[in-house]
């Protein structure tokens, strides 16, 4: 029982975000909404019929969705800014999050001190700026607008940023700084010794291998270049070269076998969640980095109690928090809704289709990324055609063939920057085997790429159609599950010895200003 009481406050309260996210309800409707979640709890509390309890909670959950959402869009600052658009002015302000370099320009996000509200600067790719400087802006500030993508979907783009924390833009303004040292001090040591770790390795790795190097350890969005970015795009593996839970459980198992050397349990337990924190905040709080970095912890703290550790309910509970934190994440972060989808499919399908792909040797781990990449595949399919509309013919074998070359190509841009620090010349040998791994990556993305087939663009995929295949994929699901004990398939024991065998993988995230089709989201597996 407990158990559905979770997930009524959930459901409850992600349905409230929904519909606010589309619909502002009169008061009167909440109230109405309380007043039925009132009757239900004194039904239940009289007659103990458990239908009634259930309603009460999820009318109360939705209630407190939508009015969460509705304090979120009670911003003073944007109201204040939409005074100036359109005007040439000029703003004193502090770099607030760290520079992002893409193939044409760098996103500067700069907080100006007058508002207190963070703005999206598009400058030139070669501006010299970094987190915490202290700057003057000139130029015009302009709301953004929705736009048509490559493959004809409308992207919200205002939305999309406003799930980041923004509301306007400049393009190409005049920018001088003034100052440093304005952030974050934690922070500003971070990005300090992330810049010279990228030195390290750029002294070593010529491009277009170290953009993609760092792409996967850092999630740096050092653009690949046009024709590389769309092989990769038609192979389904664009979810490679930024940042993904992949990444961060990879970075766990590093730190906390390192550690299993010199401290007990419980001090790895502190170290590792440190370590957690420490990594999403280096490479930036990304809706899919976020949800990864929560079930975690969540990992973690099972394998140090020995707990039963629910995939199911953690992700809920990260999603719940995530939304109390920033409800616009749910409607218009397309890289939030494909993790969590893509997530859902592999517990609840993957191991279905462990029995289906039994015959498949699991050596260097190809069963398990078959798996994983076909569950995800399946249950992002609805999605990704409503959002994106590319379909990856070879993504399920291109990804088979590249994943397990993925944590190898990490480690070895990860030993040959942090060696390249004390010695350009001991760090060769290790340059070399990093530069033979990102190029296998590479030609096997380019090569399947050039295929006629690898992939197509579907027509426009309406909302209620998507809808109608997730509750088709239910059913399905539903039947499948149905014959054996529900909490055995959502729930795994994490002994307190062991955490080698536990990985997320990432399939999904967009540019933005430059959006591109994830091809998939981020997963557990075991």
Known sequence: ????????????????????????????????????????????SRRHQSWALLGSIAFLGLILGIVRFDIATWNTSATDLDERVGVEQTFFGTVSREPEQRERTTHVYVTLDEFDAPVLLFAERSTQVQYGDEVVVAGRLQRPDSFTTDLGRTFDYPGYLEARGVTHTMFYPELTVIGSGGGNVLLAA???????????????????QVALGEGLLLGVKSALGEELETAFRRTGIIHIVVLSGYNVMLVVVFVMTILSYFLGLRARLLFGVAAIVAFALLVGLSATVVRASIMAVLILVARTTGNSYGVMRALFLAGLIMLMVNPYLLVFDPGFQLSFVATMGLILLAPHLETLFARVPSVIGV????????????????????????????????????????????????????????STTIALPLAYLTHLSLSYILHVATWFAALPFAAFVVPPFPFPLMVIAYVALGYVVWRLVEPSVPTESSSIIVPPDSLSGWTIVEEGEEKAGEFHSPARAPQFFK
């Open 1 to 44: 029982m407990a158990a559905v009481v979770f997930y009524c406050v959930i459901i409850g309260f992600t349905l409230g975000v929904f519909i606010r996210s589309f619909y502002v309800p009169s008061y009167d409707y909440l109230v109405l909404g309380l007043l039925l979640s009132a009757i239900g709890a004194v039904v239940w």
């Open 190 to 208: 971070l990005f300090s010794f992330k810049h010279t770790f990228m030195d390290s390795i750029e002294r070593l790795i010529p491009e277009p």
């Open 367 to 422: 069963r398990e990324f078959l798996v994983a990449t076909v569950a995800t595949q399946i249950f992002v399919l609805p999605l990704l055609l409503y959002q994106i509309g590319e379909f990856s013919v070879v993504s399920v074998l291109v990804n088979v063939l590249v994943l397990p070359m993925v944590p190898v190509a990490m480690l070895l841009t990860f030993m040959t920057g942090m060696v390249g620090l004390l």
